[in-house]
């Protein structure tokens, strides 16, 4: 990961007659051979974003440098990008291999070399020996392969992709999920997926950036933005989270305080940097609290020796489970009122009978869990 | 899913009380008339005013001479010129319809279908008095004749002589033009549909793949719209080709087309079995390029799976 090969610069898009920007001063660096994933909610502003990569929109401002040079003048059918559509835009009345030369006839490449490019193409995305085959005749996933050897088969610099996986069943998007991928490895393009699935984003990408309401919330790897989510928008969008406002009241290089009235005194082994008595919000993940009836929570704790007493403990009612096979999700009603939501892996087969609905529980957490969130 | 009109045949009587008006309608109305008159084809006349149906194939005979033949294959020729121009200026109407914004899609739409809301006579009468010897067509055409004259005076030249208005109307080129006028919404609307149908992203993939404009147009739009094509085509070309009125008031003494010799039949020469056999002989060409046009269909449906 050397040199960026799309460099965004302050990049904006507003459509006439709406108030709002659809991408508000975005900058941003895409490195050349790396998985990039662009994720957020509908209207983030993701897909305007790369639109404007492959040139189909044109910014209001900013510029987009490709590979260090300029697109701003340059139409989309001149760019060295290429593009995987969400409908896959696989040209009905062609065959496979139609499709997959179209590109490269427009380039001039013909005869033996074309045949050559576009056979190893369809190696690449598994289709060899359905080359003949019309676009009916193929199921949504051949077709999204044909989208993609389309593209490659014109190696271009960069490969955009437009939601790829949203039309595929599960079981499928899992397989392409990791065939996508292998897919990167071995060709060493540059791709760009936009998604609004965070566990697509999370399985694929080497970096991630998170758009919302046109901007970029946070740009980490998967497991940074997992685990050091910036604010609450990320926190809450990439995977589930339990969010909770509270007062700074201690903050030292080694170790922080916050006195939350909904969940307690939560504290922290490390320093957040904050003004002493701030309005923060702490951010517990699901799987990261531990279960435990009522009394045994606390002796555990006090047993791990990371926290003071009556911090990082909590107890209440479970109102709600549900019985996901792997884990089992508890909605408990603290005794605060609050409602806290834990995971819990069914490390064996009876597990998920150790606690059912209107049991009393205790719960504690590690001092490395929670995040602090300053906004 | 299944309402209780969605199987026919499982609900005959409520089907039967829904289609049996339009039906009898049909029939007294459509179809017993057209076969009186395709009775009459295989008739002579006995009288001012009788017709006895003798079987004759005289008047088919008649009607294969080459003064007739003549005209009826220069009509397919008007007609097919027709099509052609309304398909060539049809379709980039269609096309900017199709990719205009929600806002104007409408207006657009309704300004195409604005001239279905004034008949055929009184449109035909306007174009006229555009076209005419003293039409704005020549006024304008005059007036920039003067200007260029004008222009010479200023620069030392001689004056251009006197403008004198050209024939606009009363012959071939008017019944053509006026046909095209007539006919292009009936080319734009299934256009319209075929292109509004079109998944835009196959364009942009096109252009992302490097193909140009023109390229995308030839190679991705115009293959996709054809099935918008074929139906502009035919539903133009079948009325063109039995046009009575455009001919009839805009062309001249050679313009005639096989519509007016039809009508000439059964009004002034009042040789109805004749005009019978004229317009059944335009049915059953008709009828032939229907069956071309669906064989074709279904040939591109086998080729397709």
Redesign the interface.
Known sequence: MAEPIIQIRNITKRYPGSPVAAVDDVSLDIMAGEFFVLLGPSGCGKTTLLRMI?G?EIPTSGTILIDGQDMAAV????RP???V???Y?V???MSVEQNVG??LK??GVRGDEALARVREALELVKLDGLGSR?P??LSGGQRQRV?LA??LV?RPKVLLLDEPLSALDAKLRAQMQFELSDLQDQVGITFVTVTHDQDEALSMAGRIAVMNKGEVAQLASPSDLYEFPANRFVADFVGSVNLFEGKLTLDEPDRAAIDCPGLGKVYLNHGVTGPHGADVWVALRPEKIYLHVPGEGKAIRAAAQDAPDEHNLARGTIKGMSYLGDITLYDIKLDSGAMIRVSRPNLSRHDQEDFTWDDRVSMHWRADSPVVLLS | MAGPLQDWRQHKRPFAAIVSAPIFWLVLFFLVPMGIVWLYSFGQNVGPAAIEITGTLDNYKRATEWLYLSIFLKSLAVAALVTFICLIVGFPVAMAITFATEKWRPWLLLAIMLPFWTNLLIRTYALMMLMGQNGYANKGLGAMWDGASWLRTLVGLQPLEAWTPVQLLYNNFAVVLGLVYVHLPFMVLPLYSALDRLDKSLIEASLDLGAGHFRTLMKIVVPLAGSGIAAGVMITLIPALGAYLTPDLMGGTDSQMIANVIERQFKRANDWPFGAALSFLLIYAMFALVALQSLRGSRAKVGAH
């Open positions: 492959a189909f139409p989309p059918n001149k990008v290429n593009m559509f969400q409908s835009a040209f009905p009345h179209y590109g427009i380039a019309k009916d005749q989208a389309r593209s014109m």
